[in-house]
């Protein structure tokens, strides 16, 4: 096992570096095997999620060049077979695999993915919509067999504003026959990173970003380039970071537009940053003003960064509230919070936090990827130490966290136990 250890309270200068978008690069990765040429992905993340993806990659023997953050991907030896349960299991991106070697092989073989445990995180939109694109679906237990002889455009209704079904069915119209129109499709900005990047090899996507996507499917995907965006999520946690304990702390390699949510509600509790093109820079300070929070789609206020905000909550004057609605349990981290000195009563679906509360460093457990960011976050805000078990969990999503924190002065380390 993996522990995070942090001597807290240090204040934190200079420049922190954010990395390319975890939720991007595990879909541009599968994205990338529908080219029929070879394919360069940019600034790919050095998370464990990466890893995990490449393992997938071995399997269906392509061959990959992973260095200084570029991907390069030789599919002229790719060949199709069953993904293995304990690579699907690895993580909740496997399943844009489905999509993906539907739109190349008109068939796969896969399990039910794995990644955070914050909810049932069921996979019915995105069947429902397979189906309706034409493709025979076995499920037995927790594997899953499609096979589409005639994979075809189709007229699909999301239930709901789904990041994964949208990115799924985008992956699978690409190469269908005909149109496909999907209806209240997600607007999340990876999306349209998918989209873009397939666009750029051919691909036939309009709409990506609106809540009505059309695709219309091609034969033929040609040598591609991709760059994946900078992290918005990894961008907030830093962002809260140094409104915790930043003293001129500049978090660079943001795109503002993609953070508005989050950086009206900073405002709003009295957070300083000055804002530029691409980067921000910001002071930690006292007497923050308490706030309510009610997680949305995008452009809402993210879920993924409701759990690191509940932390800089434990800091504001008054009581704040958070209200979780898309998943169905955002909360592990507030018994581990309450025992660092914070004062929160929640349940599965809200928390209500009553601050300012002083934190000090305990033993603590990471039992969700977010969840384990905060905890890193109310441990360089804590007097004494903080250990985080469990820290794998973080270490899906945050790409050099011990560097990238050490170099602006914090006191951090990461080892295996
Ligand atoms: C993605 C992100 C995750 C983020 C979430 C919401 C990735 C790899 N993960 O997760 O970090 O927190 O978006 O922004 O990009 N649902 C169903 N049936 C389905 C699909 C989803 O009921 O077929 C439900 C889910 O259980 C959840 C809600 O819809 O309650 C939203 O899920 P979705 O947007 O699909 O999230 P993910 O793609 O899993």
């Keep these: 096992m993996k522990i995070i250890e942090i001597i807290g309270n240090k204040e934190l200068t200079g420049t922190i570096k954010v990395s390319g978008a975890k939720n991007s690069a595990v879909a541009l990765i599968p994205a990338a095997i529908l080219c029929d040429e070879d394919v360069i992905l940019e600034n790919v993340p050095d998370i464990s999620d990466t890893y995990d993806l490449f393992n997938i990659l071995d399997l269906l023997n392509i061959q990959k060049d992973y260095k200084n953050n570029e991907l390069k991907l030789d599919l002229k030896n790719m060949k199709n077979c069953e993904i293995k349960k304990e690579l699907s299991q690895k993580l909740r991106a496997s399943y844009y695999f489905m999509g993906a070697l539907l739109g190349k092989f008109k068939k796969v073989t896969i399990y039910f993915p794995g990644g955070c445990s914050i909810g049932a995180r069921p996979i019915d939109y995105h069947i429902k919509g397979f189906k309706q694109m034409g493709v025979n679906i076995k499920i037995d237990n927790d594997k899953y067999e499609l096979d589409a002889r005639n994979l075809h455009g189709a007229d699909i209704y999301l239930d709901f504003e789904s990041v994964g079904a949208t990115i799924n069915l985008i992956l699978a119209a690409t190469k269908a026959k005909g149109l496909t129109v999907i209806h209240n499709a997600a607007r999340e900005p990876e999306i349209v990173n998918v989209a873009t990047f397939l666009n ?214 990461i080892k295996e136990i």
């Excluded at 957070?271 to 930690?284: G, L």
């Design 200 to 413: 750029s090899m051919g691909a036939k996507i309009s709409g990506a970003g609106t809540n009505e996507i059309t695709i219309e499917g091609v034969n033929y995907l040609k040598k591609g380039r991709g760059e994946i965006i900078p992290d918005r999520i990894e961008a907030l946690t830093y962002i809260i970071i140094g409104a915790l304990v930043g003293k001129n702390l500049k978090i660079e390699n943001i795109i503002p537009s993609h953070i508005q949510a989050s950086l009206s509600k900073l405002k709003e509790i009295g957070v300083d940053y000055i804002e530029n093109k691409n980067s921000i820079i910001i002071n930690s300070k006292k007497n923050y003003k308490a706030t309510n929070i009610k997680t949305l789609v995008y452009p809402g206020f993210p879920t993924d960064v409701a759990q690191p905000f509940s932390v800089l909550l434990t800091q504001c004057s008054g009581l704040s509230n958070i209200k979780e609605t898309i998943f169905e349990n955002r909360m592990g981290h507030m018994p581990y919070l309450n025992k660092m000195g914070a004062n929160i009563k929640y349940n599965l679906k809200e928390a209500n936090i009553k601050g300012p509360t002083k934190l000090k460093g305990e033993e603590v457990t990471a039992t969700d990827l977010r969840a384990g960011a905060a905890l890193v976050c109310a441990g360089l805000k804590a007097e004494g130490k903080t250990v985080i078990f469990d820290a794998e969990h973080v270490l899906r999503g945050y790409g050099h966290l011990e560097e990238k924190l050490t170099n602006v002065g914090a006191k951090i380390n």
